[in-house]
C-alpha cells in the first residue's frame, strides 16, 4: 500500500457554506448542476479516487446553507485542514468547506441528527432588494409579527404537516416534530427561524407563505390552525420563492464532536 494510503476506510465530517442561487439544490442530478455534484467532484479531485458524500439536509434550488454537514468514508490519509485547503482549491467560490473532523463510523450525517434549524430572512419593503438580490426574500405589504406569532403557535409540537408539504415529497411520514418558530424584526429585514426535528420537501417555504399571508392581513391568525387541520396542501397559501432561505445546519448529540457554529453564522442577518 503506498504512502498517504490508511490501511482502514475512515469516516470524515465536513462542514460546508454556500450559496444556493448558482444551483440545482443539493441532490446530485445528471446536468451535475448541484452542489453535491460539485462537492463530490472537488473532493474526488484531492483525493485522486471517486468520493460520494452523504448530507444532513437537502436543499432546494437557490437555497442557501452555513453549515450543512455531509460524511464521507475515505483510505486516504490527510490531516483535516488538508482536507479543507484541498478541497477548497477545486471549489466554486461560491461553496466552501468549513472544517473536517474524523468521526467515529457510526456518525451519519443524516439519521444521526436530533433536528435541523432553517432562517428565512425577508426584506419588508415597497422596493424589491438590489444588493441582497437572492439572499433575502421580499414581501412589499407591511406584515404584523404578532399576527404572525399568534399564527406560528398552532405549528409547534408534532402534527402531520401534510399541508404544507410539496407533492414530490419523498418522506415516508408527513409527521414531524416542530420545536421552535421565532420571529424577529431588525429595521426593514424580518427573521424566521425553524427548528424541527426533520422537514418535508418544501415545508419551511411553505409554512412561510402563510405566515406572510396572516402578516399582510389576507388571513386571520386562526385560519393557520384550520390550513394544519386540513391536512390539505391547496388549504395553505402558495409556496414562498426559495430566495433568504438558510439551511443553518442540524444538530446532534454533543459527543459526536461535530461543530455547531461556523463564521459564516455570523454574516447572515
Known amino acids: ?7 482502514q476506510p475512515v469516516r470524515l465530517a465536513l462542514g460546508l457554506a454556500y450559496r444556493g442561487q448558482a444551483y440545482h439544490g443539493w441532490q446530485s442530478q445528471p446536468d451535475g448542476r448541484t452542489v453535491q455534484d460539485a462537492l463530490q467532484k472537488a473532493l474526488s479531485a484531492f483525493a485522486d479516487a471517486p468520493v460520494v458524500t452523504v448530507c444532513a439536509g437537502r436543499t432546494d434550488a437557490g437555497v442557501h446553507a452555513v453549515n450543512q454537514i455531509v460524511h464521507l468514508d475515505t483510505t486516504l490519509q490527510r490531516e483535516p485542514f488538508s482536507w ?4 477548497n482549491r477545486y471549489l466554486p467560490l461560491d461553496i466552501a468547506v468549513q472544517w473536517c473532523r474524523p468521526v467515529p463510523a457510526g456518525f451519519h450525517a443524516r439519521n444521526s441528527a436530533r433536528g435541523r434549524r432553517y432562517r428565512f430572512v425577508v426584506l419588508e419593503s415597497p422596493v424589491r432588494p438590489a444588493l441582497e438580490h437572492g439572499l433575502v426574500g421580499w414581501v412589499f405589504r407591511p406584515l404584523d409579527g404578532q399576527a404572525m406569532r399568534d ?4 405549528l409547534l409540537g408534532e402534527h402531520d404537516f401534510s399541508a404544507f408539504r410539496a407533492a414530490d415529497c419523498q418522506s415516508p411520514t408527513p409527521v414531524k416534530r416542530l420545536n421552535q418558530i421565532e420571529i424577529s424584526r431588525r429595521g426593514a429585514y424580518w427573521r424566521f427561524d425553524f427548528d424541527a426535528s426533520a422537514f418535508l420537501h418544501h415545508m419551511v417555504r411553505n409554512l412561510l407563505g402563510s405566515l406572510v399571508a396572516v ?5 386571520p391568525p386562526g385560519w393557520m390552525a384550520e390550513v394544519l387541520a386540513s391536512k ?9 420563492p ?5 439551511f443553518m445546519g442540524p444538530y446532534y448529540d454533543e459527543a459526536w464532536g461535530i461543530p455547531g457554529h461556523t463564521a459564516a453564522m455570523d454574516w447572515v442577518p
Request: net charge positive.
Open 84 to 87: 479543507v485547503r484541498g478541497t
Open 242 to 246: 426559495p430566495d433568504g432561505l438558510y
Open 151 to 154: 399564527a406560528a403557535a398552532c
Open 215 to 219: 402578516g399582510n392581513g389576507r388571513q
Open 1 to 7: 500500500m503506498s504512502d498517504g494510503q490508511a490501511r
Open 232 to 240: 390539505s396542501r391547496e388549504a395553505a397559501a402558495p409556496t414562498f
